[in-house]
């Protein structure tokens, strides 16, 4: 896969493509990411990649001409062009799969300043929101698009770790615990320690059902629930420890600590 991004400050991923998961997935060859100046491609004769506004307006607005012609020399028969704008869809973890899945390969164009000349819509494929604010540009942006993607591929994380994660299933992730088991009496629940993973697992699953609805009622609404779901979320009601996670505890006693 190879993703190519397209700004005015390049110096801004240099940090980004040396580090973590991102380095090592360049390194396995996995992705190839390059990132293009778009300074580059001006005809301005100041270099400028910026003007003001046609019939006035506040700050400054980039320049069709260089985004355009800098475009238009990155891209191949596979490529798709996605432009970081608040008018744009705005970005799941499901998009990130579909992304990832397209076999196409990804130009990131950033915005900077007051926005970009209209014209160059006329040349990006999809328009994608990171979320409903307002950032100095766009940089930011696709590096949290690339590193979802990326993340995604086959061998830069453990298969795992991917499939127990925030939003793979809709829901938010479980709650996670490391030793010591007892820290200033905030204690691990013992279920943990039961042995028994099929209840663990059910327990994982109320609890993320439990937090998703604190947090993220919205992703529940949208949810075609299972039985098992429905059944959880109504032992939550109740607030009581049921039979199933008794008993879980009860015969891995020998473990809880």
């Known amino acids: 896969m ?11 991923f240099d940090g980004f493509l040396t580090n973590s998961i991102i380095k090592r997935a360049i390194a396995k060859n996995l992705v190839e990411i390059s990132v293009v100046n778009i300074r580059d491609y001006t005809k301005d004769k100041y270099g400028r990649v910026d003007s003001a506004p046609v019939g006035g307006g506040a700050g400054l607005i980039m320049k069709c001409q260089p985004i355009i012609d800098c475009i238009n020399d ?14 744009g869809q705005q ?6 799969h579909k992304l990832q899945n397209s076999q196409q390969n990804l130009i990131l164009l950033c915005g900077h300043y007051e926005g970009i000349d209209e014209r160059v819509n006329k040349y990006v494929d999809e328009q994608i929101s990171i979320g409903d604010y307002i950032l100095t540009g766009g940089e930011i942006g696709a590096m949290a698009i690339a590193d979802s993607i990326i993340r995604l591929i086959d061998g830069a994380i453990s298969e795992d770790s991917i499939v127990e994660e925030s939003f793979e299933d809709g829901l938010l992730e479980y709650p996670q615990y490391t030793e010591p088991f007892d820290y ?28 998703t609805k604190e947090l993220r009622p919205e992703l529940l609404e949208k949810r075609n629930l299972s039985k098992e779901e429905i059944k959880l979320l109504k032992e939550l009601e109740t607030n009581e420890t049921p039979k199933w996670e008794t008993d879980a505890i009860e015969k891995g006693h020998k473990f809880i600590k």
């Open 91 to 96: 970005y799941d973890q499901k998009l990130a």
């Open 2 to 12: 190879k993703i190519t991004i397209l700004t005015l400050f390049p110096e801004m």
């Open 74 to 87: 990155v891209k191949d028969s596979n490529s798709k062009v996605i432009m970081l704008s608040p008018k």
């Open 184 to 211: 200033n009496g905030d204690k691990i629940p013992d279920i943990l320690y039961s042995g028994n993973h099929t209840a663990i697992n059910k327990w994982r699953k109320k609890q993320a059902l439990k937090i």
